[in-house]
């Protein structure tokens, strides 16, 4: 069995995970469920007692959410409505418990790819930053999820925050969830989206994104592509078809078939257009 490890200090939590690889613990809410109580042969650190990990707050034109941030501390947060996606997302994850332990950095770093908060962190351009003991990088998201439980995260380093840069004036977004019941269950398909309108009442720009219908989640290129110039109004979502939606590869599993997955991501992506133009 390995040692446990409960830093107050970040320079403490590099020096551990320089010294060999080790189990990082915030919330814990996917980590111990996966033990199913099986000792840990390798080092845990647990990282709750690093009070620079918390927060959520915007600095500089980027929101900064720590990674001892919880889902319920980012519904609750005071933020600008161009990130009522994310908080929808919060309210969505798990059950309150889950919400209150649960941290938005290590459900990233878990990379499941029915994890909730992935598909509005990829609309929302947001980065990942890591720190190690040889200084900070920053990667996107969207390249930090490599595949189903794979990160580009590498041993010796340690998630200390998402960054998500302040879009443009009259940003909306939105988030879309489809589950067997409301609380406590794994996503079948999800769908989120940002939009930038344009002053003369078109879309900007727009990122679409699909999680639980494939390894990793995805955004939507082509779809975007698709939607920029087109007037903002009630047939804007209307003009989603299958084919805007080919780079998703769900599978078939006992929550739902992948043809059931892809026509629910086809549906999950028009309510999320929907919602944007009504709100703006």
């Given at each position: 069995m390995g040692r446990y490890h409960r830093p107050l200090a970040l320079a403490d939590a590099l020096a551990t995970l320089a010294g060999g690889p080790a189990t990082v613990v915030a919330g814990?809410?996917?980590?111990?469920?996966?033990?199913?109580?099986r000792p840990f042969?390798?080092?845990?650190?647990?990282?709750?007692?690093?009070?620079?990990?918390?927060?959520?707050?915007l600095d500089g034109g980027w929101l900064r959410i720590g990674a001892l941030a919880t889902w319920s501390e980012l519904a609750q947060a005071p933020?600008?409505?161009?990130?009522?996606?994310?908080?929808?997302?919060?309210?969505?994850?798990?059950?309150?418990?889950?919400?209150?332990?649960?941290?938005?950095?290590?459900?990233?770093?878990?990379?499941?790819?029915?994890?909730?908060?992935?598909?509005?962190?990829?609309?929302?351009?947001?980065?990942?930053?890591?720190?190690?003991?040889?200084?900070?990088?920053r990667i996107p998201v969207a390249e930090f999820v490599l595949g189903n439980r794979r990160t580009a995260r590498r041993p010796e380093e340690l998630a200390t925050a998402l960054l998500i840069p302040e879009p443009g004036p009259g940003a909306r977004s939105s988030f879309?969830?489809?589950g067997a019941r409301r609380y406590l269950v794994i996503s079948i398909?999800?769908?989120?989206?940002?939009?930038?309108?344009?002053?003369?009442?078109?879309?900007?720009r727009i990122r679409v994104a699909v999680g639980a219908c494939g390894p990793v989640a995805r955004r939507l290129p082509a779809l975007e592509a698709a939607l920029r110039g087109l007037p903002l109004g009630p047939d804007l979502a209307g003009t989603v078809t299958p084919a805007h939606l080919d780079g998703l590869s769900p599978i078939d599993d006992v929550r739902g078939t992948a043809e059931y997955r892809r026509e629910a991501a086809l549906v999950l992506v028009r309510r999320a257009i929907r919602t944007l133009t009504e709100q703006a």
């Open positions: 814990g809410t996917d980590v111990f469920p996966a033990r199913l109580g042969a390798e080092d845990v650190l647990d990282i709750t007692g690093i009070t620079a990990l918390k927060g959520i707050g933020l600008p409505p161009w990130l009522d996606g994310i908080r929808r997302a919060a309210r969505e994850v798990g059950g309150v418990q889950i919400q209150n332990a649960g941290t938005v950095v290590g459900n990233l770093c878990n990379a499941s790819p029915a994890a909730d908060g992935v598909p509005s962190l990829l609309a929302l351009d947001a980065e990942v930053e890591l720190a190690s003991s040889a200084g900070l990088r879309e969830k489809l398909a999800m769908a989120a989206a940002v939009l930038e309108p344009a002053a003369d009442g078109t879309v900007g």
